[in-house]
Nanobody
C-alpha cells in the first residue's frame, strides 16, 4: 500500500504561480512512477504530468508544457508540481497518483487506470 497526501492548492489570479506537493508513505513509494492528474466537475480525470522513479524521465500534457514542472525527492518521498503562468482553464481538483508496480515512465502513464494509488485531491482555482 502507498498513501498519498496532496497540499498546496489555493485561489490565485491568472498569471500567478502555485506549488503542489504530494507526500508519499507506505510500501517503497520511491520505487514508483508518479503522476499528477486534474479533474473538473462532470469530466474524467485528465493527465497533467508524469515522472519516472529516477526523476530522469518526465512527460506533460501539451497545454501545460513550458508552464508546469514535475519533480521528485525520493529521499523525502515527495513529488512536486510547480505551476507557473496559471490560466483560468487550469482550475480543477489536482490529484497525485502512484503506479506502485512500475519504475519506468511510459505513454501508458497518461491514463488514470495505470495508477493504483491516489491522493484525496487539492483544489486549484485560477481567477481571470
Amino acid at each position: 500500500q502507498v498513501q498519498l497526501v496532496e497540499s498546496g492548492g489555493g485561489f490565485v489570479q491568472a498569471g500567478d504561480s502555485l506549488r503542489l506537493s504530494c507526500a508519499a508513505s507506505g510500501r517503497t513509494p520511491s520505487m514508483s512512477v508518479m503522476g499528477w492528474f486534474r479533474q473538473t466537475p462532470g469530466n474524467e480525470r485528465e493527465f497533467v504530468a508524469g515522472i519516472s522513479w529516477s526523476g530522469i524521465s518526465r512527460n506533460y500534457i501539451d497545454s501545460v508544457k513550458g508552464r508546469f514542472t514535475i519533480s521528485r525527492d525520493n529521499a523525502k518521498n515527495t513529488v512536486t508540481l510547480q505551476m507557473n503562468s496559471l490560466k483560468p482553464e487550469d482550475t480543477a481538483v489536482y490529484f497525485c497518483a502512484a503506479d506502485g508496480g512500475q519504475t519506468t515512465l511510459t505513454d501508458d502513464h497518461r491514463r488514470a487506470d495505470a495508477y493504483q494509488y491516489w491522493g484525496q485531491g487539492t483544489q486549484v482555482t485560477v481567477s481571470s
